[in-house]
């Protein structure tokens, strides 16, 4: 989410951008977060180039080297830094793998889900009246039951797959977005500068696209950092009970919950190192999302 | 205005709160002096960001950081409050000398019932009963002239007027029969007509009871009608001070003049109103010379080459400024 | 008060309503029962005449009321796996899921508001920036894979306390519970503190936000003026205002404990409710998936209406729009 703000920076000198990117950087956790941050994008851009092994080639699996611990040698002279699970299969290079698909499912269901959220939320608060009753009574209802509850319904009914978890995640989330950009937006639309736009006689879409949305973005993107961080753990706690991706497209909760059953007579490694990753990923995402939520929150100004 | 009592309640001398902030230092009070009388009444006449605010609570030690008194003494009866202990300077605070602030909506916690409030107060002090401690509470509410101050005690803050509530804080200051009061603007946020009875029974309540009062204001017109003294203040320094009656009429420094000149008044109905050029300074990077020589009609060279010192150009009546409004005196 | 009782009590049934139309379209709706409740082998005749008998072959609505009549009467329904009524199997597991959303609860009190308190209070101190990155991480920690690694390190390697299941139970005034034998404490701790680190997190973010917020309000300062020491100015004029937000939030998270004891109960082998939910989906048992869920909607119901009285004790602004109301 800051790679967009920080790509901003040398062009423009005297922008908010660049007051915020300097305030951002006071704080070395947030720093230190956004550049592991960064890191883990790029290893999952390119898991197929970095990775040692291609995990999900059974090919190359052998099930003699199944449940190695770290630093062990493969056959073929390979080293298995971070061990082999019960496949045989190289954890480092599953881990890398699974990174990239909890990570775009995370993404993905985040930006899906910001578009349906802001959408239903600015059509809330523009038109109002009974359609805004509507929607944000369903915002109420959906925001008052716990997103694991919900989730697991949904899949149960739905099933299995790689579609339905993320319809699962977006149908958890659009509901945050909605009532804040809700808020947001009847707070703007108040502002002189919309009355202003109002009388220069603009038209509504160009108003709301134009003047009020952009206005509406520094939470959203607060917001949007913590959901995305929220929605990778949902999906690897739901993949983890069984019920989120199926084993073809293993994503990091998958990876702990085969580990788990090696866990019991002390094989750690299995389930250890794919959690690491998983709370690495999420830890930096939050000290970002913290950090971005204090610099664009003008209260806490002194 | 000079002397005629043994030692004066309060003394102020040369003192500085500043603020270090991100953005560099604050000068927010910067070598401010003054001294106040028993049973006197000063006026602290600044606008907003002039330091009068931050004086007040630099008295009661309630600076908050990233704010602190960094030089200066404040002597309360010949004792400095500047570095006292945490603990005597909390016994002083609420007791010996209280506070009223200025928007009485935001004074009284709207969580706890005005009876609470106001046995905390004095048992922080005294040690007395509950009981006994209600009953000076219940007193002081009628002092102030709240009608059916016992069942009024049991009310929470929001069931009060905005009036209403700041006679209640007027209340809670009065509870241990301080011997200074320090009220920062607490009528500004009032109806006139509130104001007129506020200001009336806070004038009576301290003379009869020999109580020192520093009125914080930005209205000259409150000032004229209460206070004894007046310091006016510009920019975390004083600009000018004296008595009353000099002050307001006989202005010596360009600020005071300007701030005199754009109060509308009925005699001057039909003239343009007279308004001071440009904006407060931020305190942030102050000019080296007068703070106000950048929208001073009298301002030249010297006035920007270094902070002209406070002279005492009459008996009585000092100012800041090489170039006083002295005309037709002295 | 009673007044606004009543009103509550009716929105609680409209939503008890609303909740199980979604439930009842989401879960029998969807899908077909006929296929889980008859025999695949089952001839044409055969199957309209179970179809007949289950009421499946009425319109929807009909389908509805006669499932809204029978829940009214406590029948939900008989599990297709255990061959029991669907309620009766939910509360024989409900009380150790209360007892391990309870406990969790308790911990997350007792540790979260102190710290909370701490690093709203001192905010500079480093002990603070420890606090708040600690704050960040159990935040972070996906609960499925700290309760691993719980296991890991207490049960397995050091192997001071038990991994799984609920251990003896005591009874005490009548009441059953884990929590009265010792054998029974040591089962619940890694579950509990597991089950309480993410809320811990939460409640101690949101303790010092309150008080950093609080401590900026002219009537703090005021408090202050008044001479009063920094333990009642703490104790009361702060502490008295971030309860409020504090008892909505519990409130809110004690439903969200009881969603979350699934990924708990399942690793821990902790036989409450939230592992007979995940043993019904994994079986498609649907009256129990439909009775846990209308007993959750209940319970939310329940915890929402204790957390809005709570409320306009706590707070006398509220309390006077109630009446009014």
Request: aromatic share 6%; proline share 6%; glycine share 10%.
């Amino acid at each position: 989410m800051s790679a967009p703000i920080a790509a901003d920076l040398p062009a423009k000198v005297e922008t908010p951008f660049r007051r915020l990117a300097s305030e951002f950087v006071e704080d070395p956790l947030a720093v230190i977060g956004a550049v592991v941050l960064a890191i883990i994008l790029l290893v999952a851009i390119f898991a197929p180039l970095i990775s040692p092994q291609n995990p999900y080639d059974l090919s190359k699996l052998d099930i003699l080297e199944s449940r190695l611990p770290p630093g062990a040698k493969s056959m073929d002279g390979m080293t298995f830094w971070l061990g082999t699970d019960g496949q045989g299969r190289d954890m480092l290079s599953g881990i890398f793998y699974g990174l990239r698909t909890s990570l775009a499912v995370g993404v993905f269901s985040g930006i899906c889900a910001m578009a349906v959220g802001m959408a239903a939320g600015l059509v809330a608060a523009y038109l109002g009246g009974r359609t805004e009753t509507l929607i944000m009574r369903l915002v109420d209802l959906q925001l008052s039951f716990p997103t694991i509850l919900i989730a697991l319904i949904l899949l149960a009914v739905l099933g299995q797959g790689v579609g339905k978890i993320i319809l699962a995640l977006v149908i958890v989330q659009w509901a945050y977005y909605a009532r804040t950009i809700r808020g947001t937006a009847l707070v703007e639309r108040r502002r002189e500068y919309v009355e202003a736009a109002v009388c220069l006689g603009l038209s509504q879409p160009r108003i709301i696209f134009n003047h009020i949305l952009p206005n509406c973005m520094p939470p959203m993107i607060v917001i949007g950092t913590v959901q995305v961080a929220s929605a990778i753990a949902l999906e690897a706690t739901l993949s983890f009970l069984g019920i989120g991706l199926p084993i073809t497209e293993p994503s990091l909760g998958l990876l702990i919950a085969n580990g788990f059953e090696y866990l019991l007579s002390g094989r750690y490694w299995i389930s250890f190192f794919p959690g690491i990753a998983l709370l690495v990923t999420i830890v930096s995402i939050n000290l970002v999302g913290d950090q971005l939520r204090d610099v664009l929150n003008p209260r806490l100004k002194r | 205005m000079s002397s005629g009592f043994a030692g004066p309640t309060l003394e102020v001398r040369g003192l500085r709160t500043h603020f270090f902030t991100r953005g560099g230092v604050v000068k927010a009070v910067d070598g401010v002096s003054f001294e106040i009388g028993k049973g006197r009444i000063l006026g602290l006449v600044g606008e907003s960001g002039s330091g009068k605010t931050i004086t007040g609570f630099s008295i009661l030690g309630l600076v908050d950081p990233p704010g602190r008194i960094v030089e200066g003494e404040i002597r309360f009866k010949g004792e400095n409050l500047v570095g006292l202990p945490d603990d005597r300077l909390r016994a002083i605070r609420g007791d010996r000398i209280a506070m009223i602030f200025q928007d009485p909506m935001m004074t009284l916690n709207p969580v706890l019932r005005v009876d609470t409030q106001m046995i905390e107060a004095v048992r922080a002090h005294h040690p007395v009963s509950t009981k006994e401690a209600r009953a000076r509470a219940r007193d002081a509410l009628g002092r102030v002239g709240i009608p059916s101050p016992d069942e009024r005690l049991g009310a929470y803050p929001h069931q009060f007027s905005g009036g209403m509530r700041q006679r209640v804080a007027i209340a809670i200051a009065l509870l241990n029969n301080p011997e200074l009061i320090i009220a920062d603007e607490p009528t500004t946020a009032l109806d006139v007509t509130i104001q007129g009875q506020i200001l009336y029974e806070v004038q009576k309540l301290c003379r009869e009871g020999g109580t020192s009062l520093i009125w914080i204001t930005h209205d000259l017109s409150v000032v004229a009608g209460l206070a004894d003294h007046v310091c006016v203040m510009y920019a975390g320094k004083i600009a000018e001070s004296g008595s009353v009656d000099d002050v307001l009429d006989r202005p010596m420094h360009p600020y005071t003049k300007g701030l005199l000149g754009s109060v509308p008044s009925r005699n001057k109905r039909g003239s343009p109103l007279a308004q001071i050029p440009g904006m407060t300074p931020s305190l942030l990077n102050l000019p080296d010379g007068c703070p106000f020589a950048e929208r001073c009609p009298r301002a030249d060279g010297d006035c920007r080459a270094a902070l002209p010192p406070m002279v005492e150009h009459l008996p009585g009546r000092a100012a800041r400024c090489i170039h006083p409004h002295l005309e037709g005196r002295a | 008060m009673t007044v606004f009782m009543v009103r509550r009590l009716m929105q609680s049934v409209v939503v008890l309503l609303l909740m199980s139309v979604i439930v009842f379209l989401g879960v029998f709706a969807i899908g077909n029962p006929v296929d889980i409740l008859i025999s695949p082998d089952a001839d044409q005749i055969e199957r309209e005449r179970a179809i007949r008998a289950l009421g499946l072959d009425r319109p929807i609505w009909e389908q509805y009321f006669v499932f809204l009549v029978n829940a009214a009467r406590g029948d939900l329904g008989r599990s297709f796996v255990f061959n029991e009524p669907a309620l009766r199997l939910i509360f024989e597991r409900m009380p150790a899921t209360l007892e391990l959303a309870g406990t969790a609860v308790v911990i997350s009190l007792v540790v979260g508001i102190p710290l909370g308190l701490y690093a709203g209070l001192k905010p500079q101190a480093a002990t603070s920036k420890g606090i708040m990155a600690g704050s960040i991480v159990g935040f972070s920690l996906p609960t499925f894979w700290q309760g691993l690694m719980f296991i890991m390190v207490f049960a397995v390697m050091l192997g001071w306390l038990p991994s799984t299941g609920r251990g003896q139970v005591g009874t005490f005034l009548g009441l059953k519970s884990s929590l009265f034998t010792r054998d029974g404490l040591a089962h619940v701790i890694l579950p509990a503190v597991n089950l309480a680190l993410g809320n811990t997190a939460l409640i101690i973010r949101l303790t010092r936000a309150g008080v950093r917020e609080t401590l900026l309000q002219d009537y703090i300062k005021f408090a202050r003026a008044k001479g009063l020491s920094n333990r009642r100015v703490v104790g009361v004029h702060v502490f008295r205002n971030i309860l409020i937000p504090l008892v909505t939030v519990i409130g809110l998270e004690i439903g969200g404990l009881i969603a979350f004891a699934v990924v708990t109960e399942s690793i821990f082998a902790w036989p409450g409710m939230g592992k007979l939910i995940i043993d019904s989906i994994n079986q498609l048992d649907r009256p129990v998936i439909v009775a846990y869920l209308m007993m959750i909607v209940l319970l939310f119901i329940a915890i929402n209406l204790i957390v809005d009285i709570l409320y306009s004790v706590i707070d006398p602004r509220v309390r006077l729009q109630d009446v009014k109301g």
